[in-house]
């Protein structure tokens, strides 16, 4: 059998938050879930690499709400 795909998700590593959902959804999880968890704060170049600019991901994460100011 094949390895599950994995699941990236970005998330602001810095925003309460952000820490406190990752948290919640990581015991959702079922251990057969993959999931990376990407920093967008620590993986600025990565974004980059893929055309995304480091300061419009930010807010771009708090859907009807208020992300910290960008970096």
């Known amino acids: 059998m ?6 990236r998700v970005y998330y602001d590593a810095v925003c309460p ?6 948290r919640r959804y990581e015991r959702m999880a ?4 993959a ?3 990407v920093d967008v704060t620590a993986n600025q170049a990565r ?11 930010l807010p771009s ?7 910290r100011p960008a970096v």
């Open 2 to 7: 094949a390895d599950a795909p994995t699941l």
């Open 17 to 22: 938050k952000c820490r406190r959902d990752r």
């Open 30 to 33: 079922d251990e057969a879930s």
């Open 35 to 37: 999931v990376e968890w």
């Open 47 to 57: 974004l980059r690499e893929r055309g995304i600019d480091p300061n419009d991901a």
């Open 61 to 67: 994460l708090h859907v009807g709400g208020r992300a």
